[in-house]
């Protein structure tokens, strides 16, 4: 009997399963139809919105289909660009400390360049306790960290001269030291070497030195074009923090493959391989540091004790009483995207919302603030976390409305090149120049008058002609600026007629007492360009 119940349960269970799966394949189709209609009002939801925030058609008459136009709010008068997701808002601070930190590479340049390892200064730290704590970086670091009277006089120099200094570096490397760190990693460089770059550049990627070395870890151009880092009329990659760190880590690598010592790499990394293999020999073979460094040109001997000092400073700040202001956004939070169109920051700052100050700091290695678009060439444009949705989700709209404005006025880098050529100046060489001398004069690098003019050197001869892009005017050879009177300027030289290849800045030189601002104020100029035939007013008068 329990058999025979069992045989019709299963019976039953057979005729109803089929029954069961239609109703849940129909419950099932249900739930989908239902999720689908509900995607397609999200999605129906998000066309709206983006054509009421974005692309604004219906403001437009006699639109053609498929054109991308960007517009102002009625209200702001700004481009309100939505992004496809909520962004952080960004931490100005960031751009405060690191425009600030602009000028501290002056100070720590001449340190390290003239800095007297022998000399005393005067600084509560007990010699016991410091021989300690160098003991213990001596155990985590290869870098040769021993005791010695010279390292501690620049690390006292340091902490007594520089504190302020230090401090904002503290606060700046937040920003720097995760992305040099990676690197570093990545190329297996000792991780204590991101310090360098605070003794190379004080963390600015547009610093310069005297003889030409560029960005933050003062690259000259010819190591720098071994290392495949562009520089051009437009681009210097040395002042690109991600190509100029890799390209670094390369450098140091190959040092190290030579030396086998990490403080003989930084010796190298300085002043040259020649020069420490001559330092070894005339030291008579040795291949410490210490022992040669008396044998290595001035600014090397100061080098590495900059060097281990600065470790030894951030290593033991808290001790020292030195601490960096905490910040919200470290350097990877930004995001890169490569441009598809020649584009400029003014662009940029107007249609995203970001100031030009930031960009300029984002994005160092452009020199004419613009990025250009050249075939074969991958140039990104960086921008904070908070920025790069709007410009991504709105790319081709922006694209299409930065061909239209190019197209209904000269396109900006030719601009800045033809204003450069009429700019241009030939410079004769006097009696006491040299190069230094002349480039700071107007404003450019010695290796910009070197390439400018083939100098394979850095030799001039009296008399010798260059040819000179000027970005300032020679402040000694500048009047003062005052608005010119009649006894300055004769009455038959009231106006000057313009002629092809003049400029502001040659009809300037022309006249004693006028300068370039003068020119634009009497005349209303607010550019650079200027039409033949045009009659500029050389004086504040009504004719």
Known sequence: ??????????????????????????????????????????????????????IDLSAVDSIPDNDFILVKSNETRKYDLADNAQAARYDSLWMKELIANAPLFDAIYEDVTTLEPDSTYVLDLNTDTLKLRLEKLNQKTPF????????????????????????????????????????????????????????????????????????????????????????????????????????????????????????????????????????????????????????????????????????????????????????????????????????????????????????KILNPSYKLNAIPYVEGKNYTLRLPVSHIGKFVANEEAIYAHVEKELNSKESPLPQLIKQAEEERIRYKVRSGDYLGKIAERYGVGVSQIKRWNGLRSNDLRVGQRLTIFPRKQ????????????????????????????????????????????????WNGISGNNLKPGTKLKLCDCSS
């Open 1 to 54: 009997m329990n058999q025979l119940n069992i045989r019709n349960f299963f019976l039953v269970g057979l005729f109803l399963l089929p029954v069961a799966i239609m109703a849940q394949q129909k419950d099932t189709t249900a739930i989908v139809h239902k999720e689908i209609t509900s995607l397609r009002e999200v999605e129906n939801d998000s066309a709206t919105l983006q054509a009421e925030n974005v």
């Open 474 to 521: 020679p402040v000694a050879s500048v009047r003062p600026k005052e608005t010119p009177s009649k006894s300055t300027i004769s009455s038959n030289t009231k106006v000057h007629e313009v002629r092809s290849g003049d400029s502001l800045w040659t009809i300037s030189r022309k006249y004693p007492g006028v300068s370039i601002e003068n020119l634009r104020k």
């Open 144 to 359: 040769n960290v021993a005791y010695n009277p010279s390292l501690e006089n620049v690390i006292k120099s340091f902490l007594t001269r520089r504190r302020g200094l230090m401090q904002r570096m503290l606060t700046a490397s937040q920003f720097y030291f995760p992305l040099f760190e990676q690197q570093m990693d990545n190329h297996n460089i000792p991780l204590e070497m991101k310090y360098l770059s605070i003794v190379e550049s004080a963390l600015n990627p547009k610093a310069r030195s005297r003889v030409g070395a560029t960005g933050l870890w003062q690259f000259m151009y010819g190591t720098g074009k071994m290392y495949k880092l562009d520089v051009t009329s437009y681009v210097d990659e040395r002042s690109d923090p991600i190509k100029s760190t890799e390209a670094a880590c390369k450098y140091l690598s190959k040092l190290y493959d030579i030396f086998g010592d990490w403080d003989l790499a930084l010796a190298a990394y300085n002043s040259g391989p020649g020069n420490v293999n001559k330092a070894i020999r005339r030291s008579g073979g040795y291949k410490n540091y210490w022992n040669i460094r008396r044998n290595l040109p001035r600014e090397t001997a100061g080098y590495v004790p900059a060097f281990l000092a600065t470790m030894y400073i951030f290593e033991y700040a808290e001790e020292h009483g030195l601490q960096g202001q905490k910040v919200d956004r470290a350097y990877f939070e930004t995001d890169t995207v490569h441009v598809k169109s020649l584009i400029t920051f003014d662009q940029i700052s107007e249609l995203v919302g970001i100031g030009k100050e930031e960009l």
